[in-house]
Structure formats: C-alpha cells, structure tokens
C-alpha cells in the first residue's frame, strides 16, 4: 500500500475527529488511488502503523490525522494547483478576447 493514497484519502475525507482504518480504505476504493490494489485491512493497518512510527500521523482513539506538516505541504500543493488552473483560464479567456477583436476587425475591413 503506497502511502500517497492514505495520506490524500485522509486529506480528502477532512474529518474533525480524525479518519477510521475502514473509511480510508473505503476512499481509497473508491477512488482507486496510487498504489491501489485490492486491500486488506491487515495491510492498511500496517502501513499506518508505520506511517504513526515515522510521525507522518496522528492517532486520536484509533482514527487518524495528518501531521500538522504533511497538512500544510498538502495545502500548499492545492493551492499551487488552485493558482495553475486560474492562470490557465486566464490565458484561455485572453486567446478569445484576442480572436474576438481580431474576428471584429476583419468584419470592419469588409
């Protein structure tokens, strides 16, 4: 089990109170992230017990949280992707101003 895919279903699922072993399993079927396979709860349970011995997890009454760090970098990556995506509509929005103005132009010279 990769652990991008625990980390984004945790991250995903956002819940206050952390996520349960089963409802990170459940996203991650869902949505068949990196590393998916078909997945046991032995195996997600090992890998978050060694993701909680690397610190890259909370563990809150057996529910699971990002670290704070592993959090913020990911916060860091959506609003990277949140500003690539404005930027590009941007460029869009100026390509057919830009072929607008030159369609009127065309028009005038007729």
Do not use: C, F
Not at 45 to 71: C, D, F, H, W
Not at 81 to 105: H, V
């Amino acid at each position: 089990m990769e652990e991008g895919g625990i980390i984004e279903a945790i991250y995903a699922l956002d819940e206050k109170s952390g996520s349960s072993s089963s409802d990170i399993m459940k996203y991650i079927e869902l949505k068949k992230l990196p590393g998916y396979r078909k997945i046991s709860s032995t195996t997600i349970n090992s890998t978050l017990a060694s993701m909680l011995k690397r610190e890259k997890l909370i563990a809150v009454s057996g529910r699971y949280k990002l670290t704070p760090q592993i959090k913020e970098l990911k916060d860091h990556e959506k609003a990277e992707e949140k500003a690539a995506r404005e930027k590009e509509k941007a460029a869009k929005a100026k390509q057919k101003e830009e072929k607008d103005a030159a369609k009127a132009a065309e028009k005038a010279a007729k």
